[in-house]
């Protein structure tokens, strides 16, 4: 874990001393909210969008949810969804129960949330449960596997018919947009669903989320913020890291760098006849190791368990980012 | 749904006029926790056990089961669990996740509750995530199965390995303890768990549920109570109820018959060649019906379809009470 | 405190055998929703206002204010408000905040409403603070005063320019609708709020709340109902005692005669020459007592001590119901 | 608003690429809570403190309220508390009530504490009224006024004998130890509280705030920061800032810049006739002008309207900080 890329850097050492309003009320945060518009596909001074900034991850998603859901509705998700499991009960502490769907390496299946939704109101007691109220998937998945514009429109149709949002956890959303496994591009985002984060922390920032929701879908939202803990003080911190971000398509640039190092450090482990635990088109690779090379590698590179060790062979996730070096994947790929 | 026990409205009547302090500091509800003390197998003036009154059985699980946790707890329950399922959400209201276990139906297994909280601890990433922070269960199950003494030990044991209380939710505690399958009686449940309540709203009292818990385990209960919307104003009204239901045996004679019914009906079905959906030796039967026999009984019986009409049978569930009469259980019989 | 009305405990025992669906979807909530339609003005199948029935007074109000409020507002109330006091924090553990207006013998003034409002606007941080989402009153107050036709209507003007509800908290109402000092009758209270509870349990029922608010205030109450732990599942017994209540002007002779023995007893306080703590024109009356001569009644009449015992003064709480006696009355005067 | 002290920006550029641990579990949060230890006059390996770095204020505040109380207590604090004013609910969205005492220029004095609590427990009601569970109060407080050694005691000495813990927000703790008129240093503040934060963010940090426990008062902290949204992932950030503000005494250093400079406006104004709203020793200066005095200085100055426009003088605020420079400050008061 890195911290910022050096440009990002750059501009904050630049403008360190300047003096802006703050919570948000400076012109880096206008300057990044255009940019970002743009790269949304939509005119720097539209309308259409909302967009917002948050600290970390996990107070997006629980603001997000707290402000999306009323109080007899709770969020649909994939059972291995990172709200399900690793966010302490954030949402819960909200007051909301999480909706498990089955998970596909990750993802939901659209007949699955389809299913769920018609059984739920086919149920005469549905009135004594948690209504879906929306539907939460994250690109890529907390696995590292992708939907495709197909699977996202099947799901965004679902969900305008329940009406209900579809909202994206876009904690590593740029390794998403930069996988050649990916078939559209920022700009087709707005139209694939309601509401979606571009990760900052994972992608080049030292911190920041910005949350895109299209207009009318969030409101009194700043507040809420507030209210979550969530305010930056120095807001223009945040605008300032995004507008870099989105300055010479440096996030798009940062997040292929980690995909291509992924990608050959996946060749490397099937190359070297290593099982993986399933097919990963972004910057996180899951690969199933004897405990003796696990134990090895931990030497010299830097990976995390998945679950819990096994008896002889064991899970493990290795990560790349936008700071990875080529050289050090060669030298992880050398000791296999 | 009937009202209440002759007996218990009889009391109610002779006690209208009566003028008695308010929020259950009364001769009655004194009287009530002694009688239920003395049940529960301790001297009438135990302080072994704490006995608290709240009026319905969502608001006693959630206030309970906030009482009991910790902010990063939540609650081990089958997937089936009543609060899981038809609660709307109260626990999460409350702020605390149902952290699931799969439902054998309606109860949970030993050896999965204790997988989960060793693979919890195993997990390197566990304080990231919600820990099980006690277990609940219900008795009879919401499919009207039943623990043996010997699988509640087994819980209890593995609930004290682990430091967290284990809670029984007796909404239907008397059509339990009456039923033949049932190897314990109510003055070995404070050994086999942690706390427990007594349901008077299914058994007998207009409304009413009665927590026992062993001492120190519920701390600043009544301001909770009342936070939680379950203080009754006139508190007597509870105490009197659980008094006259505990007077005489009356509590069990009530269960008693309406177990005797279900079992007669069961045999009812059984003999007449229908599939039962699970064998319950409890008041509530549920059984496997062709569409066509469902639609014509439904027309002189009352019975709930369970889950969604199938397209040829349906599962039906059917509920016996203390106030169901035998002539009614032998009318539906002869129409099979 | 008694048990309830004896038309009340009548019905309830003439129909304690029938069978009814529960939750509130039986006949004797039908015919009690329609009677009190016809008695707030409207044809009883009228369209206009939603009925609901609850079970005590404090899930009431944190039901109804958390199904009004947003995320990011409170509620204003007077400081003395029974939500700001007594309710031990259950509006705020839903996550309000009650923002406190100066209480004028239990009541708002509404130039203090509206500036609190215009205040709120004006500061130019009001993002970061709490806003105004509906105005809370109580009537009868906590302090049995009275708001007059001319100052609802004031209130209710200025929270419709703040676009905001008037929520009136009737746990008492009969007993203000039954004062001479009331200038207005329930059938004219639709218009002066935008919603309100007609209290039974300190009414004449042995428990229970009818919440009466203009269509489309409350979207989805129900499940909120139960996740409050504030539904009934015998929700029958909240229709029945309502619609006894609300047959052969039930509710408001009850109240008669309670405000009438109060009078009597103020009456009875002034002519001996004790002071009133303050004016109260309905069945709470506040008294200052010489402590030897609150001492001495206490061994004969049941009153509460308000606040803290002064040193050589306290001031006391009478509460007159539909059961006192008239002769209980005046032999508490011939003790003075 | 200015970014963060040079020096805390080059450590940042230093260790841009440095790869460690998230989470907190890093060397420079160890180094850091080592000095932190030191400069609360213990060992760097004291056991008989906690430190715990957050990332905001309102967060942390939320946080550490949260963990304290139990479900029926409330936190005391003057009603000008930011936790009653400014953090937009936060403190209520977490299901606990602000009870407030009244501010004395942002102070509560221990008399109206000591007396809160004894009639707190003197009012036969109290069961139904929300606890006093903690006492906040901020040092400086929102007004720029500090607490003597003597206040703290007795206040302290209240809390201990109520047994409830006494909490110190020091979101601008620097500037008050700073100030000439403080008559205690950092390590006399432990023995002066229960817990305290050191805040980051208005002290030369980019963003974080630093909590300071005496052991064992905070349990299961750790995934309750998550909870809440605060705890960061790149949690070195919090670390590394915190360890160069503590190295050379930098914090002060830059909190004594900032009361110096502060104490010269105050001076200024004085020595121009104008009207102090209070005696502040601290940073900010409270100041009544009259409004074309204010909108002319607008034009070349930053301060905040304090409250509302009054019709011809208005309060408003000037901050400064450890950035501030002295040609401005004399340019100010040149302005007058």
């Known amino acids: 874990m890195e911290g910022a890329h050096p440009r990002v850097m750059q501009r904050l050492l630049e403008t360190n001393l300047e003096q802006t309003p703050g ?38 998603n629980s603001t997000v949810i707290d402000a999306l859901l009323r109080h007899h509705e709770g969020v649909l998700a994939a059972e291995t969804a ?39 109101y086919a149920d005469e007691t549905y009135e004594h449960m948690v209504a879906p109220g929306m539907l939460y998937i994250s690109f890529p998945t907390e696995y590292g596997t992708l939907y495709s514009r197909a699977e996202l429109e099947e799901l965004h149709r679902i969900c305008r018919q329940a009406d209900i949002p579809l909202y994206i956890d876009g904690a590593r959303l740029g390794y998403g947009l930069a996988s050649e496994a990916c078939d559209f591009t920022l700009a087709d985002l707005p139209s694939l669903c309601d509401i979606f984060y571009i990760g900052g922390t994972k992608v080049g920032a030292l911190f920041g989320e910005c949350v895109v929701a299209r207009k009318g879908l969030l409101s009194h939202f700043f507040p809420l913020i507030k209210q979550h803990g969530a305010l930056m003080a120095k807001g223009r911190l945040l605008g300032l890291q995004f507008a870099t971000l989105f300055t010479d398509d ?64 064991t899970t493990v996730r290795f990560v790349t980012s936008w700071a990875t070096r080529p050289e050090d994947v060669e030298a992880l790929i050398n000791e296999l």
Chains 1, 2, 3, 4 share one sequence.
């Open 82 to 120: 990172h709200i399900n499991v690793h966010e302490s009960g954030a949402i819960e502490s909200c007051g909301h129960k999480v909706l498990t769907l089955p998970s596909h390496e990750g993802k939901v299946e659209a007949r699955e949330v389809e299913a769920y939704i018609s059984n739920f």
């Open 250 to 313: 440096l996030y798009l640039q940062a997040a292929r760098h980690a995909v291509g190092l992924a990608m050959r450090l996946k060749q490397g482990f099937v190359s070297k006849g290593y099982r993986l635990f399933l097919d990963s088109p972004t910057n996180q690779q899951f690969v199933v190791l004897p405990n003796e090379v696990m134990d090895r590698l931990a030497q010299s590179s830097t990976f995390e368990v998945w679950g819990t060790r096994g008896t002889t062979h």
């Open 23 to 60: 919570y948000g009320n400076d012109p880096y945060c206008r300057q990044a909210k255009e940019l970002i518009k743009k790269a949304c596909g939509c005119e720097a001074d539209s309308e259409a969008l909302d967009v917002h900034f948050l600290v970390g991850g996990t107070q997006t």
